[in-house]
């Protein structure tokens, strides 16, 4: 593949707008692809990234597209049966969080894919904050061997703002990045496992009040209900012996600032990753130190004190990547973690569903 002469934009919410299209739209700019066009269900919204971005919209059915490259920012459940549809059509697929939310689903993208060279890099995003990075080196030179790994993403009040963001849950949604970086990051993918899962602090506010104030809001005359949830809590014992803990919350009760955490628990040493992960404003004023290694006798050695404020960073690395990995042929190892993610949230569902333990397998 070119680094995509004529690329696809499908879905132009507040994702597309605030990084994809800028990004596109740069890239051809500077002669990286040669045209730029946008589809969206609603037309008006697709009217209107087409104007501001300088774009032609397509109508017509993706096959009829001729379309290099398909970046996919639709809402969650559409991301799995878009892709292979794209990939169908000869395209190269870059493709939003999450991949998809069943495990079949999954498997059906990566089987398509290695039958199209591995076409396919899904966005998970961060895995490019410059943290991941040296987290990765401290566990290779530092901590030793993953035992237990603890990772919560709360906040205080950062709903999706649309019907399509909030439909997955927040599993789906906040827990799809954290469950990514526990099994990316040491590099756990490959295993079995039982998973077990609990919803948290069901929703009692209004979700007018509670909306992430970062995303563009729906139209007026458009009703996005409240979820039932605003938080979860869920746990994997792998066969290896490793142990996942994950809680992630819309709207945490009792919080006064967002705040992202993740603990690796290795042979040697504690490594602690303090942050805000996203787009909320609280970004801009979490304290440092953003990572540091406990050692086994609690003497503490900060690693970075100060971290990204702008998460524009990050979103511009990965679709830096995207390109690269889809130039290169190289798309095939992402492609195979997000699969593994995707089989552990899938087995995570089930459990919220049954209220029992669900077995998973992450080999691919």
Same mark, same amino acid.
């Given at each position: ?45 697709? @009217?209107?990234? =087409? $104007? ?10 993706? #096959?009829? +597209?001729? /379309?290099? %490259? ?17 990939? @169908?059509?000869? =395209? $190269? ?10 495990? #079949?689903? +999954?498997? /059906?993208? %990566? ?20 943290? =991941? ?232």
């Amino acid at each position: 593949m070119s680094r995509g002469r004529r690329v696809l934009v499908v879905g132009c919410g507040w994702i597309s707008r605030l990084v994809h299209l800028p990004y596109l739209a740069g890239l051809r700019a500077t002669g990286g692809l040669r045209s730029l066009y946008v589809a969206d269900t609603d037309p008006e919204r697709a @009217a209107r990234a =087409a $104007r501001d971005f300088d774009a032609e919209m397509y109508t017509g059915p993706l #096959e009829g +597209a001729g /379309a290099d %490259l398909v970046l996919a920012a639709t809402p969650p459940v559409s991301h799995a049966a878009l892709t292979l549809q794209a990939l @169908a059509a000869g =395209a $190269r697929v870059i493709v939003e969080k999450p991949l998809a939310l069943t495990v #079949e689903d +999954a498997a /059906a993208v %990566l089987a398509a894919a290695r039958r199209h060279e591995g076409g396919v890099y899904p966005l998970y995003t961060m895995r490019h904050r410059p943290e =991941a990075a040296l987290i990765r080196q401290a566990l290779a030179q530092r901590i030793g061997p993953a035992r237990e790994i603890r990772a919560s993403w709360l906040r205080r009040d950062g709903v999706p703002a649309t019907q399509g963001g909030m439909e997955p849950g927040v599993l789906w949604d906040l827990g799809s990045h954290l469950v990514d970086l526990a099994l990316w990051l040491p590099d756990w993918c490959g295993a079995t496992g039982t998973a077990r899962a609990e919803h948290q602090h069901p929703a009692a506010a209004t979700i007018g009040d509670l909306r992430a104030g970062w995303q563009c809001q729906e139209p007026a005359d458009q009703v996005v209900p409240a979820p039932k949830w605003h938080g979860v809590r869920a746990e994997a014992t792998l066969d290896a012996g490793h142990l996942l803990r994950v809680e992630a919350s819309w709207a945490a009760p009792g919080i006064r600032r967002d705040l992202s955490r993740i603990d690796i628990i290795g042979e040697r040493a504690t490594l602690t990753w303090r942050t805000v992960l996203g787009w909320s404003p609280d970004r801009r004023t979490v304290p440092g130190p953003a990572l540091w290694i406990t050692d086994v006798e609690g003497r503490e050695q900060v690693l970075l004190h100060d971290q990204p404020r702008d998460p524009r960073v990050e979103y511009t690395a990965q679709l830096d990547a995207a390109f690269a990995a889809l130039i290169s042929g190289d798309a095939v190892g992402p492609l195979e973690a997000a699969c593994a993610s995707t089989a552990l949230l899938h087995a995570m569902r089930t459990s919220l569903d049954t209220a029992a333990p669900a077995p998973f397998d992450i080999r691919n």
